[in-house]
Nanobody, 124 residues
């Protein structure tokens, strides 16, 4: 069974940085599109970034452009989300999602795999 495992979350001060990782357990993970989402308490799940299977196509939510960078290392079956200049409003559980068809956009219902999430807490 294909699994996604996120890691890298934690408690950081505003202005700090984190790098989140999403590791896929299937050998063909390099053919999957991957998206990162986040969900803050009391709010809906929000798309933040997506990357195509090759890494050549990337999309970001307007709210994170310039601070978030998504990239992948297919040799390691891992997709990363680099978050810089963290703000308290970035506090959320961050999830990665993958789609075997290669989809990497902002519609969560179009993904067929989800990780368990990693908590990011930003203190002011």
């Amino acid at each position: 069974q294909v699994q996604l495992v996120e890691s890298g979350g934690g408690l950081v001060q505003a202005g700090g940085s984190l790098r989140l990782s999403c590791a896929g357990s299937v050998r063909t993970f390099s053919t999957y599109g991957v998206g990162w989402f986040r969900q803050a308490p009391g709010k809906e799940r929000e798309f933040v970034a997506g990357i195509s299977w090759s890494g050549s196509r990337i999309t970001y939510a307007d709210s994170v452009k310039g601070r978030f960078t998504i990239f992948r290392d297919n040799a390691k079956n891992t997709v990363y989300l680099q978050i810089n200049s963290l703000k308290p409003e970035d506090t959320a559980v961050y999830y990665c999602a993958a789609m075997s068809s290669g989809y990497y956009g902002g519609s969560p219902e179009r993904y067929n795999l989800w990780g368990q999430g990693t908590q990011v807490t930003v203190s002011s």
